[in-house]
């Protein structure tokens, strides 16, 4: 725009009409001007965005009546608060505006009091919040799905904990169990050494028969195995897959270190003295060639 040297600044900027329609187009939302009467609030003023966003054309919009953008209901929250915009010389509202073919659109109002010639108005903008809506129906729906998956999360991880005890249950029962028997065992083969010739050393031969047949390791490891795979179920293919010479009681070895089983545990349930532990975890440490530093169960814990 060329500015003439023969007129003042202030004439052109803040008497020009042109200045001030660019400056209330140029609001980011829409502009209002209303006229406060007994028989309603009329608008007077607004700018395009109002026109854009709310479908009605420019002569429809001078002194359009203000209930036609709500509902009724909506309306008299409105009435209300622009009752207070004259208590306090503004307020604000969130609420729908309804556009010429229906839509309802979420707007934030502002709006502020105005007395001209005894007459009483009031000037704002209004946001629409459609975009922030939908922000937050997606954080909401989000929140809700990320609840959704930590509650189902905490489901499997209260059963796999179940599960977890009960192997651990079940392994401390086989370890007493296996332990009593070999007590068992140990005390008749000294009855059996010192009463070589009696006629109970043959009850005693049968009794340790029974003794050493009452579950077969075999069996015992096939019910190890189907529990502790529930837990972890890709850990012996794992291993296996990295540590392909490992063999079958080396096997049994890794999984009771998985479960934090004890040198003492370990012992009984493999039958086998702790110098027995103590080579087991040597030539484990060799396959998997761990440095004297690395511990064996760290490495075991990340299959």
Same mark, same amino acid.
């Given at each position: 725009?060329?500015?003439?040297?023969?007129?003042?600044?202030?004439?052109?900027?803040?008497?020009?009409?042109?200045?001030?329609?660019?400056?209330?187009?140029?609001?980011?939302?829409?502009?209002?001007?209303?006229?406060?009467?007994?028989?309603? &609030?009329?608008?007077?003023?607004?700018?395009?965005?109002? /026109?854009? @966003?709310?479908?009605?054309?420019?002569?429809?919009?001078?002194?359009?009546?203000?209930?036609?953008?709500?509902? #009724?209901?909506?309306?008299?929250?409105?009435?209300?608060?622009?009752?207070?915009?004259?208590?306090?010389?503004?307020?604000?509202?969130?609420?729908?505006?309804?556009?010429?073919?229906?839509?309802?659109?979420?707007?934030?109002?502002?709006?502020?009091?105005?007395?001209?010639?005894?007459?009483?108005?009031?000037?704002? /903008?209004?946001?629409?919040?459609?975009?922030?809506?939908?922000?937050?129906?997606?954080? &909401?729906?989000?929140?809700?799905?990320?609840?959704?998956?930590?509650?189902?999360?905490?489901?499997? !991880? !209260?059963? =796999?904990?179940?599960?977890?005890? @009960?192997?651990?249950?079940? &392994?401390?029962?086989?370890?007493?169990?296996?332990?009593?028997?070999?007590?068992?065992? #140990?005390?008749?083969?000294?009855? =059996?050494?010192?009463?070589?010739?009696?006629? /109970?050393?043959?009850?005693?031969? #049968?009794? !340790?028969?029974?003794?050493?047949?009452?579950?077969?390791?075999?069996?015992?490891?096939?019910?190890?195995?189907?529990?502790?795979?529930?837990?972890?179920?890709?850990?012996?293919?794992?291993?296996?897959?990295?540590?392909?010479?490992?063999?079958?009681?080396?096997?049994?070895?890794?999984?009771?270190?998985?479960?934090? =089983?004890?040198?003492?545990?370990?012992?009984?349930?493999?039958?086998?003295?702790?110098?027995?532990?103590?080579?087991?975890?040597?030539?484990?440490?060799?396959?998997? !060639? =761990?440095?004297?530093?690395?511990?064996?169960?760290?490495?075991?814990?990340?299959?």
């Amino acid at each position: 725009m060329t500015i003439s040297k023969n007129k003042h600044y202030k004439d052109i900027l803040f008497d020009s009409p042109n200045f001030n329609k660019k400056i209330i187009d140029s609001l980011p939302g829409i502009f209002y001007f209303y006229h406060v009467t007994k028989e309603g &609030v009329f608008l007077k003023r607004w700018n395009k965005k109002h /026109v854009t @966003e709310l479908g009605y054309s420019d002569q429809e919009l001078l002194n359009i009546s203000g209930s036609i953008f709500y509902t #009724e209901k909506e309306f008299t929250r409105i009435k209300k608060t622009i009752e207070h915009i004259f208590i306090k010389g503004w307020n604000d509202i969130h609420t729908t505006l309804i556009t010429k073919v229906g839509k309802r659109i979420p707007y934030y109002l502002q709006g502020y009091a105005l007395h001209i010639d005894g007459e009483a108005y009031f000037m704002g /903008v209004g946001i629409n919040m459609s975009k922030q809506h939908k922000l937050k129906k997606k954080l &909401v729906q989000s929140e809700k799905q990320q609840l959704k998956e930590q509650l189902k999360k905490k489901e499997i !991880d !209260d059963l =796999l904990n179940e599960k977890k005890r @009960e192997l651990l249950t079940h &392994v401390i029962s086989e370890t007493h169990t296996s332990q009593n028997i070999k007590n068992a065992r #140990e005390k008749i083969n000294k009855l =059996l050494t010192k009463y070589s010739e009696t006629d /109970v050393c043959d009850n005693l031969k #049968e009794i !340790d028969n029974i003794l050493s047949q009452n579950i077969s390791k075999d069996k015992q490891w096939e019910i190890f195995k189907l529990r502790f795979k529930e837990i972890h179920p890709s850990f012996f293919n794992n291993l296996l897959e990295k540590y392909p010479n490992l063999t079958n009681s080396e096997l049994k070895f890794c999984a009771y270190l998985r479960l934090n =089983l004890s040198s003492n545990q370990i012992a009984a349930l493999l039958n086998i003295s702790k110098e027995g532990i103590r080579k087991a975890r040597y030539r484990i440490r060799k396959k998997m !060639d =761990l440095d004297i530093k690395d511990s064996l169960e760290k490495c075991i814990s990340k299959f």
